[in-house]
């Protein structure tokens, strides 16, 4: 009785005081209510900022931290290689952090950093070339000046390149070795032709060709302010780092800048293809050319992918290879458009060589089923949540930000796209996931690439009814695998089946 009286007290001291009192812990947890999240996209506007040189500049000043990040993503890649200089593009970026300077030594660039506390990255991809510094804040004029040297004064030390050979011909040696990056390289070569730079694979003749007079010119192509734009978040001000930046780039000519990469010249040719391997387990990938960034498809596009494949677990082909069937670990499909051309769609995945006929089966179902019937509610519902929830993450950190605003200003995305996202997503309906799969999910237009043993893949699973999923080996195109230093096809006779 005392009790209740104590807390009955208490209760009105609470709210005579005018102190909010929680609500009650719900039963259970689908109970819980959430007010909505409220979240407004940032605007690159508002952080962009031009020099007097011309150079773009995104600004993000944050006294969270001590450190400044700056990063510089310049337009440029490997599809800049030509042919017979393959490996070139990598080994430049790896050169122009390890190779020194013209008056400073690779090791005391290294010692250099090390005294500083500083991180300073330079690298060259397929598409874009970036450089990086991360520092403390006192530190952050040192760090500058030492990266600009690297990138304006590189010295391609002979030591350094002849080390960095050694370690690509030894990593050739390899490719051969795993099933995955057989399947990968052969699945880009259909998708892109042997002779575009998405597939192109250096060769021991290609890295041995590289000097230092090659490495030069490359970098003197990409690395210039007419090919860049700046990124820069952390504790400063910015008029300051404004004139900082101005003083670091103002004396360094802007080249001419670098075209787009180039689209594939090859047609994609449907069919079954195979490579040889004695593996247990078969890797495959099916799918095809597919759409590129803008496509008015798109939106439609990343939910249809997301209920069939792109999900995890509460997609169709993880729970009906996995969860139903137990043909595989990990099953799934993925959506990469490209910028200037098409990218590809490709579900996949990794089944015991007898039962891969049979998942392949199971994903041409849920191909069909897709194609037929409209996705439930319940389907397309959380496919849209997944994508208008998680929106604020792409913000998340000041240097993320800055990120998105510099490949959007890069690859010359609409403006408004981040702003319409949710909406975009949101208005995608059923029969638009309908229309699109009919569009894009024809097994007719797709290509099947196995990597394992055919004798026992193109049989089946012998426990399975006679009426079992098998391979025919007519229209079954057997590759054989390539010489890992010259990546020529070798001369290995196409697997007969059991």
Known sequence: MRMTTSLLAFALTVSASGITVPPPIPDRPESLVFTPLRFEPPSAAEYRHTLP????????PSTELPLIDLSITFKGGSYLESADE????????????????????????????????S?????????????????????????????MDMLRNPRFDE?????????????????????EPILDREWSILLYGENHFESAEPTGASIA????????????RVFHPGNAIIAVSGDFDTAAMLAKLETAFASWPAGETVGDPPAPSSSFVPGVY??????????????????????????KFLVMNEILGGGGFTSRIMKSVRSDKGLAYSAGSNLSPRVWYPGEFRAQFQSKNATVAE?????????????AQLVSAEELDTAKKSFVETFPRTFESKPQMLNVFVADAMTKRDENYWRDYRANISSVTAEDVQAVAKKYLDPASMAIFIVGDWGTISNGDPAAPANRPKFSEDGTTHLPLRDPMTMQPMDVAAPASK
Request: charged share 25%.
């Open 209 to 220: 060709s590289i000097t230092p007079e090659k490495m030069r010119a490359f970098a003197a």
């Open 119 to 147: 991180e300073v990255k330079i690298g060259i991809g397929l598409m874009n070339a970036s450089a990086s510094i991360n520092c403390l804040k006192p530190n952050f004029d040192e760090s500058l000046a030492l990266l």
């Open 86 to 117: 393959i490996g070139l593009a990598g080994m430049t970026g790896a050169l122009l952090r390890t190779g020194g300077t013209t008056t400073v030594a690779p090791s005391e660039i290294d010692e250099t950093i090390d005294f500083l506390a």
């Open 159 to 179: 030591a350094q390149l002849m080390l960095r050979k050694q370690e690509a011909v030894e990593s050739m040696k390899q490719r051969n070795d795993d099933a």
């Open 359 to 371: 998942a392949k089966a199971t994903v041409f179902a849920e191909f069909d089923k897709m194609r």
């Open 274 to 299: 195979h490579v040889q391997k004695d593996i247990p387990q078969g890797k495959v990938y099916i799918g095809g050319r597919a759409i590129t960034r803008d496509d008015p498809d798109y939106f």
């Open 53 to 60: 040189c011309g150079l773009t500049v995104f600004l993000a």
